[in-house]
């Protein structure tokens, strides 16, 4: 037998050379060094015994669980001293939660709060309220959601008309009580959200002097606002102004100075100045530069369609009314951006149109609502560019699933109809079918019967019998 030895590809020897002689050049290089400072050696060799054998190293950090379900208390109480009738909710604090947000009604209350408590001084009497609690954990691990708690305010209690009141109770996703002095965050549209002692209050926001925004409160008094653009890297000044919407004359203020940071920039959270709203005005103890609280221009913005619903691929009708306008800008073509966002103000898509102004002019648009999106409350927003002010103002509007049918009398059969009466359908169509086979089989068998039988012209017809 010929004994037989492996040859390498002359690839394979050539690469080993190269790392051979790779290796043999660095070793010489750090040899050669250490020679010359004999530190370096004994150096890198004593920092990688010390590491591996004498040093220890201790890392400490708290892993935080998912966030526990609450579990919350209701109580209504009528203050006769004071003329104020609230609901004073209480869960127990949990340290794996981060911040708590609480709906009455489905319908947002307040969120952002880093206190296991809230008092509700938006109720009136002999009503029944019911309150959910969600816990928000840190770093997102999770939600917790309470299980609805529900109460009713006494049937007679003397209420005093509560003072205006708006509050700035969250900024950037965090509540305000965990800043101490002035935010600073590198994220250019943060989210703000607070509440207001008025139902469906007309808010304006103002920052700046270049962002003027135009919106209204639910009727729990939650408000909730994101810049439609990106903010000044500076330090900015936010505004807000409730108004009540039966009474002009009843207005409270807050506001809140925060810094906007590049983002190689380090940010601290850490600072808050803000002002309540109890009597209409705001004083922050480091003076911030004056604003400029009125807009070049107002308008107002309404959803034509019936009901502000619009069905799936079709068009949604707005008109916006330019009500007062500076000269300057009168009787000249600015860009309306129109964008159409969720309910957690998250843009769904936006057009941008080129349209004449002038006071008192009337510009109608039509937007279609793309058949991607799911049915559902939406804002159409609009945004008139001046310069390097934005004025805008946000109008909510439905968004209902595109009909399957139209009847003759009006109504509309849609694919969610058609899924929710599916049992039912099926069920009619086989008793159908069931009907007809029997009628089917009834016919057939009277058929077998019939050709059966022998009648006389059968036989006549065959020769049997003559007539």
Not at 23 to 42: C, E, K
Not at 208 to 236: C, H, I, M
Not at 313 to 335: M, N
């Amino acid at each position: 037998m010929r004994n037989t030895r492996a040859v390498r590809p002359v690839w394979l020897r050539t690469l080993l050379k190269i790392h051979a002689l790779a290796f043999t050049i660095v070793l010489g290089v750090y040899f050669v060094l250490a020679f010359f400072d004999p530190g370096l050696l004994s150096y890198d060799l004593r920092q990688k015994f010390h590491a591996l054998a004498d040093e220890t190293i201790t890392i400490t950090a708290t892993v935080l669980g998912p966030p526990v379900k609450p579990v919350v208390s209701a109580t209504a109480d009528c203050d006769e001293g004071t003329g104020t009738l609230s609901v004073a909710l209480d869960w127990a604090t949990d340290p794996n939660s981060y911040t708590y947000d609480v709906e009455r009604d489905n319908t947002p209350l307040v969120a952002g709060l880093t206190n296991s408590a809230y008092s509700d001084t938006n109720v009136v009497i002999a009503t029944t309220y019911q309150y959910v609690v969600t816990a928000n954990g840190p770093m997102g691990p999770g939600v917790a959601v309470s299980d609805p708690v529900s109460v009713t305010t006494p049937s007679v209690c003397d209420v005093t008309l509560a003072a205006p009141a708006v509050t700035i109770v969250s900024f950037n996703g965090r509540g305000i009580d965990g800043y101490d002095g002035t935010p600073r965050v590198k994220n250019r549209r943060p989210v703000f959200s607070g509440t207001t002692s008025m139902a469906n209050a007309t808010l304006l926001v103002v920052i700046g002097g270049v962002y003027f925004s135009q919106f209204s409160a639910n009727a729990n008094g939650y408000w909730e606002w994101k810049p439609p653009s990106d903010l000044p890297t500076a330090r900015n000044t936010f505004s807000v102004t409730a108004t009540d919407l039966s009474d002009g004359t009843r207005q409270a203020t807050a506001t809140l100075r925060f810094d906007i940071l590049q983002r190689d920039e380090g940010a601290s959270a850490t600072g808050l100045v803000r002002g309540g709203g109890g009597n209409g005005t705001t004083v922050t103890p480091d003076a911030a530069p004056p604003l400029k609280t009125s807009a070049p221009l107002d308008f107002s913005l309404i959803v034509q369609d019936k009901e502000a619903a619009v069905l799936q691929g079709e068009f949604l009708h707005t008109v916006v009314t330019i009500e007062t306008l500076e000269k300057k800008y009168s009787h000249i073509t600015v860009p309306i951006r129109y964008t159409i966002t969720d309910e957690n103000q998250g843009n769904i898509f936006s057009e941008t149109r080129q349209s004449y102004i002038t006071e008192g002019a009337v510009i109608e648009t039509s937007l279609v609502m793309p058949l991607y999106m799911n049915p559902g409350k939406y804002i159409v927003r609009a945004e008139i560019l001046l310069d390097s002010i934005n004025v805008s103002r946000m109008v909510p509007f439905s968004l209902r699933e595109l009909p399957l049918m139209r009847l003759s009398s009006g109504a509309v059969f849609s694919y969610a109809d058609l899924i929710r009466h599916l049992g039912w359908i099926v069920f009619s169509t086989l008793l159908f079918l069931f009907l007809w086979l029997s009628l089917f089989i009834r016919e057939y068998i009277l058929y077998l019967q019939r050709d059966g039988e022998v009648t006389e012209y059968d036989l006549v017809k065959a020769g049997f019998i003559r007539r």
